[in-house]
């Protein structure tokens, strides 16, 4: 039964997400969606605890500098594995925009189904092939400084409302490995809410969003690992995006428990307020159980006029050691 489950389980998977994810299409812009190359769990939850160990990040990300009031946002996350092949993890952030203040959370439970024995890898504490699936509940607090936009709201009907508003959504993942290959789908916003302030007939609610990623992770030899990958994002209102990266990490064999990687990353947005091109290059260290790196994100837009770009910083710590930090 687990030879049959090994062979067909993987394209099956791979062929009913992709069906998915060109049958529908993507949501507005998301603080979180900005940080999973860091971490794949903020974007599936199917990925809590899908790694014997426990990890925690600290991310903050300055959008568009050099533009007044631009986006900034805080994040912390922790995913872990439990007994009995269950996996948990939470994150919260803060995203400010403009006069905007934006708090969410997310809490996350997982099961994973190993699908062979042992690891591949002995440093990496990866599972050679497995199946998991995951259910999260997420609340939103949404609100703005209200002082700041007094004299503008004045006069608009849509904006006589700044008091702030509380709301929780929920999202579901699968995620599959299996050798260094990988995949996964993610569905979140099931429950359609509302911003604040704004009235029924000038906004839409929120959009429902799936993810889907894909990519392999090719050994090269003892020290190095090349990995392609590609991440879909698609709303049932007709919005899509594109990711498609390039990663290379690389063992330092003469320092113990050291590695380094970097990736390159070409964003589409294809229509919508953040329609255009960005370039992400962005380069990560290991010491030990912790993890650094760094994103810089360049706008191929209208914004590249006004803004210097976009920087991020990310702070992580394992419990054991692993060569990567996200999954």
């Given at each position: ?166 709301t929780i959504n929920s999202n579901v993942g699968v995620y599959f490995t299996s050798y260094g290959f990988f995949t996964g789908l993610s569905m979140t916003n099931f429950l359609r809410t509302k911003m604040p302030a704004y009235s029924k007939d000038l906004e839409p609610n929120t959009a429902i969003t799936g993810y889907f990623n ?114």
């Amino acid at each position: 039964m687990r030879r049959l489950l090994n062979r067909w389980l993987k394209p099956m998977v791979l062929l009913f997400s992709l069906g998915v994810a060109t049958g529908v299409s993507m949501a507005q812009e998301n603080p979180i969606y900005n940080q999973y190359y860091f971490n794949y769990y903020l974007v599936n939850p199917a990925l809590a605890g899908a790694n014997d160990c426990h990890y925690f990040m600290l991310t903050h990300k300055q959008q568009w500098m050099g533009i007044k009031d631009a986006p900034m946002t805080t994040s912390f996350s922790y995913q872990g594995r439990l007994p009995h092949n269950v996996g948990l993890g939470v994150y919260f952030y803060n995203d400010m925009n403009g006069y905007s203040i934006h708090q969410a959370g997310q809490i996350s439970v997982a099961y994973h189904i190993p699908l062979s024995d042992g690891y591949r890898y002995k440093k990496a504490v990866d599972r050679d092939r497995q199946l998991s699936f995951a259910v999260s509940l997420k609340f939103f607090n949404y609100g703005f400084i209200a002082d700041e936009l007094k004299d503008v709201s004045a006069g608009d009907m849509a904006m006589q409302d700044l008091s702030s508003k509380f709301t929780i959504n929920s999202n579901v993942g699968v995620y599959f490995t299996s050798y260094g290959f990988f995949t996964g789908l993610s569905m979140t916003n099931f429950l359609r809410t509302k911003m604040p302030a704004y009235s029924k007939d000038l906004e839409p609610n929120t959009a429902i969003t799936g993810y889907f990623n894909i990519g392999n992770a090719f050994t090269l030899s003892d020290l190095d690992v090349l990995e392609p990958s590609a991440m879909f994002k698609f709303d049932f209102d007709g919005h899509l995006g594109l990711d498609v990266s390039l990663r290379y990490d690389r063992d330092m064999p003469r320092h113990k428990n050291f590695s380094w990687w970097c990736q390159a990353t070409y964003r589409q947005n294809f229509d919508g307020p953040y329609q255009g091109i960005d370039i992400l290059p962005m380069v990560g260290f290991q010491f030990n159980k912790f993890h650094i790196a760094a994103a810089y994100d360049i706008p191929i837009n209208k914004l590249f006029r006004h803004s210097a770009g976009s920087l991020e910083l990310m702070l992580g710590y394992t419990l054991c050691y692993t060569k990567r930090f996200c999954r």
